[in-house]
């Protein structure tokens, strides 16, 4: 990679720090692109850090709005999930981080873009078929994938001595325990000894958040009100604070979940790339959306309309962990879960408690639930005798096919 004007994706990280050093260090021209997606981090002195490298400039972009209501709340409004567990806290901020990194390149004139991910994770994919999607004449430049970067840089000792040699700070945190991804809707933990599964996590590695057991020992609880599926206003049902706009309830309800231990999830995924890896999300607010919206659409969604969902929800995680946001079977999937939505309005009441977001009540004006007919005592309409024809039918099928097997053909039942 030689003489060419390229974008960066910067992180102000020890790796993204030496690339920008080392691409300069080849004639090429490199604009340093940071992206806030709500990331605990001192922006200002990333800034700083960049430009002493040599990024002949350097881009800060709060994403963080968008990221809220342009990419999680549609994740929210498909129920994704990766392997029924994932909220996706990760995969949901690169294909937004790929966005604006490909609008900095075409403003400025540059052809290659260049990101700091292993070759051995997933968002790898993510950056680079965002990439493709929206700037296909681009070139990418990924140097965890490139031989000659790669026989540079064998191992951590080469990164300390070339750091050290290009005066570029080390930080005290160089030796990281694990491998933190964060931003608004989660933080995520991996490596180190997080790599064998059965080693139990500290909550002590927690940037954010606590364990439940140390949450309060009183419940707390909130009213979440929808429009179209997507949270409008949330109130807390103990001290009357209430927030609207989906960046002022999401952080409140992130503020809320942290302090009583909510969506904590230690689990082992499969990887784009086929191997099996162990990680620890903490998703606060996320998982309380999460858990209303669901409730919602029980009582707001037809039976075979949810029963579709339920399986686009595992679908469209599938398609977002993958990488493969900006594709035509997410548009495809999306437009259909957008139509469900229409009738997902109403309240839900959720009590936090000890890692809880129980929910305990909901209320919609366009309930289908009828309570005539699911009632025990009233009458409301429903036969219960008809089901008698009802059931031999939809049993005919199976009528005699157990005894068959298990005591020989021809037996009659
Ligand atoms: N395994 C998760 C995912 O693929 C989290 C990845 C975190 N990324 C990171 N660079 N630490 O979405």
Same mark, same amino acid.
């Given at each position: 990679m030689e003489n060419k004007k390229i974008v960066l994706a910067y992180s102000g990280g020890l790796d993204t720090s030496i690339i920008l050093k080392w691409l300069i260090e080849k004639g090429n021209e490199v604009i340093a692109y940071v992206a806030d997606v709500g990331q605990d981090d001192d922006f200002k002195k990333i800034e700083e850090k960049a430009y002493a490298c040599g990024a002949s400039k350097v881009y *800060?972009?709060? @994403?963080?709005? =968008?990221?809220?209501?342009?990419y999680v709340f549609r994740a929210l409004k498909a129920s994704a999930t990766y392997e029924g567990t994932y909220l996706l806290g990760t995969a949901i901020a690169r294909p937004l981080i790929a966005k604006k990194h490909v609008e900095i390149a075409k403003e400025n004139g540059a052809t290659v873009l260049c990101h700091g991910a292993t070759g051995k994770g997933n968002d790898q994919a993510r950056f680079e078929i965002g990439y493709m999607a929206m700037m296909p004449e681009a070139e990418i430049y990924s140097p965890w994938k490139d031989p000659v970067f790669l026989s540079e840089f064998r191992g951590r000792t080469d990164m300390i001595n070339y750091a050290e040699k290009h005066g570029i700070p080390i930080s005290v945190s160089l030796r990281k325990p694990f491998s933190i991804d964060e931003n608004l809707l989660h933080t995520s933990y991996e490596a180190g *000894? @997080?790599?064998?599964?059965?080693?139990?996590?500290?909550?002590?590695?927690?940037?954010?958040?606590? %364990?439940?057991?140390?949450?309060?020992? !009183?419940? =707390?609880? *909130?009213?979440?009100?929808?429009?179209?599926?997507?949270?409008?206003?949330?109130?807390?049902?103990?001290?009357?604070?209430? %927030? $609207?706009?989906?960046?002022?309830?999401?952080?409140? @309800?992130?503020?809320?979940?942290?302090? %009583?231990?909510?969506?904590?999830?230690?689990?082992?995924?499969?990887?784009?790339?086929?191997?099996?890896?162990?990680g620890v999300y903490v998703t606060p607010g996320g998982t309380i959306l999460h858990n209303a919206h669901n409730a919602l659409e029980t009582i707001t969604l037809d039976k075979e309309v949810q029963h579709y969902k339920q399986w686009m929800a595992s679908e469209v995680g599938r398609i977002i962990y993958n990488g493969l946001w900006f594709s035509p079977e997410m548009e495809f999937l999306m437009a259909a879960i957008d139509k469900s939505q229409e009738s997902v309005n109403? =309240?839900?009441?959720?009590?936090?408690?000890?890692?809880?977001a129980m929910v305990t009540s909901r209320s919609s004006v366009n309930s289908?639930?009828?309570?005539?007919?699911? $009632?025990?005592?009233? %009458?409301?309409?429903?036969? !219960?005798?008809d089901a008698k024809g009802f059931i031999k039918i939809f049993g005919l099928r199976v009528k005699g096919r157990y005894i068959d097997e298990t005591m020989g053909k021809g037996h009659t039942p």
């Open positions: *800060v972009c709060d @994403l963080k709005e =968008e990221f809220i209501s342009d *000894v @997080l790599e064998d599964p059965a080693n139990k996590f500290d909550p002590s590695m927690f940037k954010r958040g606590i %364990h439940p057991k140390d949450a309060p020992d !009183q419940t =707390e609880c *909130v009213k979440v009100t929808f429009s179209n599926g997507l949270p409008v206003k949330v109130e807390n049902l103990d001290t009357g604070e209430s %927030h $609207s706009g989906s960046m002022e309830l999401f952080c409140y @309800l992130n503020e809320l979940g942290y302090k %009583h231990g909510i969506g904590i999830v230690d689990m082992v995924e499969n990887r784009l790339m086929g191997m099996k890896s162990r109403g =309240e839900v009441e959720i009590c936090l408690y000890k890692g809880n289908l639930y009828n309570e005539g007919i699911a $009632s025990m005592d009233a %009458h409301g309409g429903y036969d !219960q005798t």
